[in-house]
């Protein structure tokens, strides 16, 4: 089973500038995670998708960022402007839910670096 | 609020000791999951316990549940090398999963 795909692995960007995530979720999980982990933090969540809708955006900065999920499967995570603090890895999750109990499938992460 | 709070923040033992790191929170649960992240890598599942179990094992993994406590702990045995990374509970309430700030455990050879 092919796991989830993330790109790119890497960004580094000036403040004020746009950039762009990439998620390719396990085939088959209708749920979609976007985390932000700050270094030495835990994984905090932007944004939770089911199939192609919202669930939990309540901690996305709605002013800079945005999220989408075309079609139910891949997902892009937006940040326009950047600005120093965004500098984080950003992880994305995908989900199968049995028995009332999800199990979260982490990818890589893309390591931001806003200078 | 939900959200996990782990101790201690760092752990260094040396190879072939226990390791023990604890996680509270501060509502009702469903279930309480503990994750490893590897350095520069993304979280791999490692157990799960439901709310209504106390104890459970896997390899050399035991994690207990104290609902009365609101309280889980992740017991690594016979510690190795391998084994050093962070360590994340997953809190999952009724509406929201939510992560602990984890713990950095270091195996000294």
């Known amino acids: 089973e092919a796991g989830v795909a993330q790109s790119p692995r890497y960004k580094i960007i000036e403040k004020r500038q746009s950039v762009a995530f990439w998620c390719n979720p396990i085939?088959?999980?209708?749920?979609l995670y976007w985390y932000q982990q700050i270094l030495g933090q835990g994984p905090k969540l932007l944004i939770q998708f089911q199939n192609n809708g919202v669930v939990d955006d309540s901690q996305l900065p709605k002013d800079r960022f945005s999220a989408e999920r075309l079609k139910g499967v891949d997902s892009t995570l937006k940040i326009q402007p950047a600005k120093l603090e965004d500098s984080a890895v950003y992880l994305c999750a995908s989900s199968s839910r049995t028995g009332g109990i999800e199990k979260l499938f982490f990818g890589s992460g893309t390591q931001l670096s806003v200078l | 609020s939900q959200q996990g709070e782990e101790d201690p923040q760092a752990l260094s033992i040396q190879e072939g000791e226990n390791a023990t790191m604890n996680c509270s929170y501060k509502?009702?649960?469903?279930?309480l999951q503990w994750y490893r992240q590897n350095s520069g890598r993304g979280l791999v599942h490692l157990i799960l316990i439901r709310s209504n179990e106390r104890e459970k094992h896997s390899g050399r993994l035991r994690v207990t549940l104290d609902t009365s406590k609101k309280s889980s702990s992740l017991l690594i045995t016979a510690s190795r090398a391998a084994d050093t990374a962070s360590y994340f509970c997953?809190?999952?309430?009724?509406?929201?999963?939510?992560f602990g700030q984890g713990t950095r455990l270091t195996i000294n050879p």
């Open positions: 085939s088959g999980h209708a749920t």
């Open positions: 509502t009702s649960i469903n279930n």
């Open positions: 997953l809190i999952q309430g009724a509406q929201k999963l939510v």
